[in-house]
């Protein structure tokens, strides 16, 4: 039996997640003494695939057939079947991410494996495997057992710490018996440069309908710069057009865990802490003292934004300079 861990990079840049999930995995692997088994799938360097040996991968499946590029979920889930049935795989981790959540219910099925999504802490039990997830918008917690002989479990960010456990590199690259036969066709690709990516920062800065409108938006993107900081914002404030959806986080959009999540002129619905509660801290900027965000925060300013963040960016600055 084995323990497959699928990696994702960006432009042949592995993501952070997806070393997050082959600690996760070798975590596993020293109570059971099952090997990890990475699997990798585009352009992505030896040297960059040493990384996944780095944290504890025994071996890396690499993919490199460019027919294989384009992310394609439903032919992705036939790639890592073939695969996990190439090694016998009986776990099988994702990253909670839109790739993660796209494959895994549909590996699931065709596995007939059990499905444990957003798992957010080391398991329990291993035989039969149990973990701790997220319920009703991160406001508990349950623990699900798996009965079946297979699981698959997406992995939130932030919820396993990054360690060494160097093992001796091992990259076996691989040719899918499966074909590529993908009903949709990139024809071509966008890449922003110089910008944060939100879903991989350490610290995010957002905000909400407090800020009055999207000309105001100069003091989120000043102290985000300052902090090197993602930006994001409230559904209401993307609805509204005042920012892009892919900056919307909460349980209708993107799902964060950053280390520090400052949140400005946000009231804090449930909705939206749906998508942040995984950050390890949360600082809340609003007027209003009795906002629900400050029910959530770990710190919290009650204040005009106006007022106050003008302050902290001047604080900040100050700090980084001196």
Not at 30 to 38: D, E, I, L, R
Request: aromatic letters at 6%.
């Amino acid at each position: 039996m084995s323990i497959i861990v699928f990696s994702e990079n960006r432009n042949g840049k592995l993501k952070k997640n997806s070393i997050e999930a082959v600690v996760y995995a070798q975590s596993i692997a020293a109570a059971t003494s099952k090997p990890v088994v990475a699997v990798s799938v585009g352009n992505v360097d030896d040297q960059e695939l040493a990384l996944l040996a780095k944290y504890g991968a025994t071996k890396i499946v690499s993919v490199t057939d460019q027919n294989w590029l384009a992310h394609d979920s439903r032919e992705y889930t036939k790639l890592v079947a073939e695969i996990s049935e190439k090694e016998n795989a009986d776990t099988i981790l994702f990253s909670h991410s839109n790739m993660g959540k796209a494959i895994a219910p549909r590996l699931s099925v065709r596995l007939k494996a059990g499905l444990i999504s957003g798992v957010v802490a080391l398991p329990e039990s291993f035989a039969p495997i149990t973990v701790k997830r997220k319920a009703y918008n991160g406001a508990a917690f349950q623990l699900v057992t798996v009965k079946s002989d297979k699981a698959i479990l997406t992995l939130n960010p932030n919820s396993c710490a990054i360690k060494e456990n160097p093992v001796s590199l091992n990259i076996e690259p691989y040719t899918p018996q499966t074909a590529y036969n993908a009903e949709t066709k990139i024809e071509s690709v966008d890449v922003v440069t110089g910008k944060v990516i939100l879903t991989e920062a350490n610290i995010v800065v957002s905000g909400g309908r407090g800020l009055k409108s999207g000309d105001n938006w100069n003091l989120i993107e000043d102290l985000a710069t300052v902090l090197n900081a993602g930006l994001a914002c409230s559904r209401p404030v993307s609805d509204e057009g005042w920012r892009s959806h892919e900056e919307h986080v909460g349980q209708t959009g993107k799902i964060i865990a950053p280390d520090l999540y400052i949140a400005v002129g946000i009231s804090g619905a449930i909705q939206h802490i749906g998508g942040v509660s995984g950050s390890k801290v949360i600082v809340a900027i609003d007027k209003d003292k009795d906002a629900p965000i400050f029910k959530y925060a770990d710190y919290g300013i009650v204040g005009d934004a106006f007022a106050v963040m003008p302050k902290m960016i001047e604080s900040f600055k100050k700090f980084k300079n001196s």
